[in-house]
């Protein structure tokens, strides 16, 4: 009797998460260091030896690519499905209009080698990279422009907030902006000595830096003052983006890292990796990429956020439990229980019935479950969720309000 009761208690506070990042098949042992989706569907990475990926399916199969040259290509960037860019070693610039059926490559101006590429629209971007470079272009690589940065170090981050501003970050500390497209930049004082890798601007004000040691740094005020932030790990961090003004990622070695609070607090993702992630890119708040050494590409379909298993105690029948809070935004907890093994589909749909997010897709043990589900990219209103476990199915309401 005293086992038993042990075994309950002990089953009754397990929590657990469970993995959300999951590994796509590459086909490539390369390293891949630039990750680029305009939607769900269709993206593009970049790697060594000139490797070329390119999917139309989410990443459900990856497809090469001819991109004529065994360069180094070190980051792609596209505005839309078929229009692209890519940077790479001695000033290298390839560029397609067709989805990369065919790479035409472009006069850069320069020799030194590109690490990052930005583009605002098909005509308007930048590109930065070792010894200080940057380069700007306004009619999509037909004609690209040689700027003074004033520094000599790598700017390994660079992005372009509007036609005007722009930001690039690297090494030794270094942080520039620009407020004339580029032609002059003026250095921004970070407060660091390390390594700068990438730097991401959900406007014009508010603006975020990743580095060596964990470093992640956030300004509010156009880069006036930065502030670093708690990321919770001295790992080295490659790159970060975000998908709305709150919610955002950054990668680096054997680290994911997420906020939902613009950078209040970081949270480690689970990811079954001990190497580096360079790039990540996101299709929307929930959908997103990572891609780093070994040809390594990872997934999530739910902003890598996990199953929390809340209990392993066998419920006494399946269940699905109203969202709370309800109304709700963005965040809301779903709660389930599960009598039996078996695969448990967890889906969104809108007031029409049409789906809109699939949250869970995989086989889970007896137990009870939360969900953490931000609904950051769904418009206001009603919508429904789903669950299917063996035989059981429920659908429950719910009200977004923004």
């Given at each position: ?174 942080i520039l902006k620009t407020t004339n497209g580029g032609i002059n930049w003026a250095q921004q004082v970070s407060g660091l000595t390390s390594e700068l890798r990438s730097v991401y601007f959900v406007n014009s004000n508010t ?196």
């Amino acid at each position: 009797m005293k086992i038993k009761l042990l075994f309950l208690l002990i089953a009754f506070n397990v929590s657990q998460t469970f993995a959300e990042w999951t590994q796509q098949v590459s086909n490539t042992n390369e390293t891949l260091l630039g990750v680029s989706f305009t939607d769900q569907m269709t993206g593009f990475t970049v790697g060594t030896s000139g490797k070329i990926l390119h999917t139309t399916n989410g990443g459900g199969q990856w497809t090469n690519q001819t991109s004529g040259t065994s360069s180094f290509l070190r980051d792609v960037f596209f505005t839309d499905p078929v229009t692209g860019t890519i940077v790479g070693e001695s000033g290298l610039i390839k560029r397609t209009t067709n989805g990369g059926l065919n790479w035409t490559n472009q006069i850069s101006n320069t020799t030194e080698h590109l690490v990052h590429v930005h583009f605002i629209n098909s005509q308007t971007g930048i590109a930065s990279g070792q010894n200080g470079v940057i380069i700007t272009t306004s009619n999509g690589g037909i004609n690209w422009i040689l700027r003074s940065s004033g520094v000599t170090v790598e700017l390994a981050g660079v992005m372009m907030v509007d036609n005007s501003i722009a930001y690039a970050a690297g090494f030794t500390g270094t942080i520039l902006k620009t407020t004339n497209g580029g032609i002059n930049w003026a250095q921004q004082v970070s407060g660091l000595t390390s390594e700068l890798r990438s730097v991401y601007f959900v406007n014009s004000n508010t603006g975020y830096i990743a580095g060596y040691n964990g470093r992640i740094l956030k300004t509010t005020n156009g880069g006036i003052n930065w502030t670093q932030q708690t990321s919770t790990t001295a790992n080295n961090l490659f790159s970060i983006c975000f998908s709305n003004a709150t919610t955002g990622t950054a990668v680096g070695t054997a680290k994911i890292l997420n906020t939902t609070n613009g950078g209040d607090t970081w949270t480690a993702q689970a990811v079954s990796f001990t190497g580096d992630l360079y790039c990540v890119a996101f299709a929307n708040v929930n959908t997103g990429w990572t891609v780093g050494q070994t040809g390594r590409i990872y997934y999530t379909n739910n902003g890598g956020v996990g199953i929390n298993s809340i209990s392993t105690e066998i419920p006494d029948s399946y269940s699905l439990s109203q969202n709370y809070p309800n109304p709700f935004n963005p965040v809301t907890i779903l709660e389930f229980g599960i009598t039996k093994p078996g695969f448990v589909s967890l889906k969104i749909y809108d007031a029409l019935g049409k789906e809109v997010s699939t949250l869970i897709n995989e086989s889970l043990n007896p137990g009870t479950y939360k969900y953490d589900f931000d609904a950051s990219g769904l418009v206001s209103g009603i919508h429904f969720y789903t669950i299917k476990i063996n035989e059981y199915s429920a659908t429950k309401k719910m009200l977004l309000i923004k």
